[in-house]
């Protein structure tokens, strides 16, 4: 079947860096996508990786190896405002997002 | 980037009525749109796909005949929530890819949050 896998929760502190690893299984493979979810809100778009290695954009890094099948999303110098859900979707064979059940990111002080 | 809009964004209704949610692409043509459910604190769970000129494509355990989705337009689809449940209390997201099937991004409208009592 197809899969996906990140932590439920973490906790990180205003100014640092977190790391929010997914894992995937999917039937074919045409990319992975992280996205950031506010609290009542609808996703918003950060990052789409196909090809293995990082991208980097501004304080947030995504990266991919497929051999793995592992992505992570990398946050940095964090704000207050990063406090959100970060959802993990996989684009399988048919183009279909397969998603993960997203991480809790909760910033403190 | 593309706007996609959703309309209304909070809906309250009694027990027994349909709810009709409007997706629009508002700068590009979406062949495909996704129409997604969140029950809180859990993630996306697909529905249906939206097709412009077919039949929408329902997910296993979605019923048909309830969640009625019509693809009208390259710009627009519309999801019907009919004889609507407590249970169907939840937000409703769509989204769509851009016309050209180039699936690097997918474009989310901005929810709506359906209220059955």
């Known amino acids: 079947g197809q899969n996906i896998d990140q932590p439920t929760e973490m906790t990180a502190t205003e100014g640092a860096i977190v790391q929010i690893n997914c894992t995937y299984q999917?039937?074919?493979?045409?990319?992975l996508f992280w996205y950031q979810q506010h609290a009542g809100e609808a996703p918003t778009f950060l990052s789409y990786?196909?090809l293995d290695g990082l991208e980097e954009k501004g304080r947030f890094s995504s990266f991919l190896s497929r051999s793995k099948g592992y992505s992570y999303l990398l946050l940095k110098e964090l704000q207050m405002k990063d406090s959100a859900s970060y959802l993990c979707a996989a684009l399988d064979s048919n183009y279909q997002l397969i998603w993960g059940a997203g991480t809790k990111l909760i910033i403190k002080p | 980037g593309a706007v996609v809009s959703q309309h209304p964004s909070r809906v309250i209704c009694k027990s027994g009525t349909s709810v009709k949610i409007e997706c629009r692409s508002l700068?590009?043509?979406?062949?495909?749109m996704f129409w997604y459910r969140q029950f809180p604190k859990q993630s996306l769970m697909l529905m249906a796909t939206s097709n412009e000129g077919s039949k929408a494509t329902y997910e296993q355990g979605v019923e048909k005949d309830k969640f009625l989705i019509n693809h009208a337009s390259l710009t627009l689809s519309t999801l019907t929530v009919t004889s609507a449940h407590p249970e169907d209390s939840s937000f409703y997201i769509c989204s769509a890819p851009p016309g050209d099937k180039s699936y690097n991004e997918q474009f989310f409208g901005p929810g709506t949050r359906l209220t059955v009592l």
């Open positions: 700068d590009f043509q979406a062949t495909t």
């Open positions: 990786n196909v």
């Open positions: 999917t039937s074919g493979f045409n990319g």
